[in-house]
């Protein structure tokens, strides 16, 4: 198959590897020449790393099947992905673009803009649709396959397929909601967490999020180590599209300029690396997943998603030990 990737940024390089490895001929485009530059170094680091691990065969080969491109040239791909900054206008423009030139299908990456939006771009909205792939792309093993509302049953059948194509689960989501499906519950999470900062502290949090549910990393600190200020963006752009997800210590702390781990300090200091979790006395777990849970129900009950796809998505996508059903079935939130 014929993959352009638009933009070889931290996402867009990640994909165009993935698409390589697993045997496809793979254009990235960027409109700065550094990006490529990057991408195509960083592609080529990450594929020995993979040699000596032994999953990739032969890095040179691998690199060959991408060419690395400042020419939008995508007629004649199978797909095309875009994956460029999360504005609206940026995306719009390149979906225009590419869409006049290709017949394809055309998917986005976006994390938090609505599908069926984005659709308003393209010639053809029923060959559209969202593949939401997880940072980094090459290790993670979830991608959220979106439906917007004018997407067909054969483009929303052909990512499933695509993406499993890849040795990827693919996760459906047969609704566009705000977040799709992992974020929505992580977003309840972090949720929970915040309002918890008001009792206890963010160790105290940390330590049950991680001990309790299974989270790798606590969610305080995940919200640091992704940057205050990108959840803080994140957070206003979900309640401007009526999905609260309200955290008053997060403004607090952005509006300080604490950053988290980038700025060397948000909820947690970082200057001496990745702080360690040590705590005793935090809240019930159950306190924290509850939301989470509600969220994952009304996600099941509005038929976005099933519960076991629902299940195995929480697990790859957050890490989590045990899907948020089967957790909250032995913690007693669910029966
Ligand atoms: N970083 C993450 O953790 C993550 C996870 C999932 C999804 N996403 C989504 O993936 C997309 C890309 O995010 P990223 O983290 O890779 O961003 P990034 O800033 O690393 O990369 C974006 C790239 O797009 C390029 N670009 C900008 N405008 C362009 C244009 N008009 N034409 C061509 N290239 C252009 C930039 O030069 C840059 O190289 C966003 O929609 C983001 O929401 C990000």
Known sequence: MKVFVVGAGVMGSGIGQVFAMAGNQVTLYDVREDALRKAR????WSLNKLREKGV????????????FSNSLECGGSDLVIEAVFEDLKVKGEVLREVSAKTKGVIATNTSSLPITELSTFVKRPERFLGMHFFNPPVLMKLVEVIRGEKTSDETFQFGLRVVSSLGKYPL????????????RVLFRLFTAGCSLLALYTPEQIDYVAMNRLGMPMGLIMLLDYTGLDVNYNIAKEASRRGFEFQCPPLEERVKQGKLGAK???????????????RAEGGPDPSILLEPAVKEALWLVREGVVEEEELERGVELGLGMKKGIFKLARELGVLS
């Open 172 to 183: 459906p989501v047969r609704k566009d909601v705000f977040g799709f499906v992992v974020n």
């Open 56 to 67: 990739v065969k032969d890095p040179e080969e691998t690199l060959g099947r991408i060419s």
């Open 41 to 44: 170094e960083g592609i080529a």
């Open 263 to 277: 700025s060397g300090e948000g909820f947690y200091n970082w200057s001496r690396g990745r702080p360690d979790i």
